[in-house]
């Protein structure tokens, strides 16, 4: 099974920095890379998927990109309600895994 | 609007078993995938297992394949979760999930439904 990981596994930033993480498939996967969002005790959200395709509604500070093995979320300017853990989710074929995610705080 | 309304979630003991239920409105269910996805206490999201529109395919993660069992019934729009010789590992929120118009990505989940597995 591929394995999906990411890093950092958290990280601390200022409001307005840019905000890079990755994720790297153990495999190949072309571009079935999906990100989600989840803040404390809320449903997971998808912000992005097909690797840079911006889910309806997401603020467009989000974006994604990457291909193959290697993938990365940006925010371009943290803003305070961007606190949450990110997860990636590989959806090329079963197992669809998640990523163990990355835990965004403000500095 | 879409809705996936999770139910079943209890506490049982080790080696004993659950079914989830999930109703889904708002949309017409027998077009899509349906997933199975669980968040263990302060943990990462885990994807459980798939069932194909017509509940001829159905997928595992390796944790829980041989114990758990995805199901659908299109005709109630309702999808299932048997889960069997439950272990303390499986303690979890288990969310339901949409399948995507375009892609297998997540784009509707329920609430949830807690599971404990405790002695």
């Known amino acids: 099974d591929i394995h999906m990981t990411q890093s950092p596994s958290s990280l601390s930033a200022s409001v307005g920095d840019r905000v890079t993480i990755t994720c790297r498939a153990s495999q190949d996967i072309t571009n079935y890379l999906a990100w989600y969002q989840q803040k404390p005790g809320k449903v997971p959200k998808l912000l992005i998927y097909a690797a840079s395709t911006l889910q309806s509604g997401v603020p467009s500070r989000f974006s994604g990109s990457g291909s193959g093995p290697d993938f990365t979320l940006t925010i371009s300017s943290l803003q305070p309600e961007d606190v949450a853990t990110y997860y990636c989710q590989k959806y090329n074929s079963a197992p669809y895994t998640f990523g163990q995610g990355t835990k965004l705080e403000i500095k | 609007e879409v809705q996936l309304v999770e139910s079943g979630g209890v506490g049982v003991q080790p080696g004993g078993s659950l079914r989830l239920s999930c109703e889904a409105t708002?949309?017409?269910?027998?077009?899509?995938?349906m997933h199975w996805v669980r968040q263990a206490p302060g943990k990462g999201l885990e994807w459980v297992s798939l069932i194909t529109w017509d509940g001829g395919s159905t997928y595992y993660a390796d944790s829980v394949k041989g114990r758990f069992t995805i199901s659908r019934d299109n005709s109630k729009n309702s999808l299932y979760l048997q889960m069997n010789s439950l272990r303390a590992e499986d303690t979890a929120l288990y969310y339901c999930?949409?399948?995507?118009?375009?892609?297998?990505?997540?784009?509707?989940w329920g609430q949830g439904t807690l599971v404990t597995v405790s002695s």
């Open positions: 708002g949309f017409t269910f027998d077009d899509y995938a």
């Open positions: 999930a949409k399948d995507g118009d375009s892609s297998s990505s997540l784009v509707y």
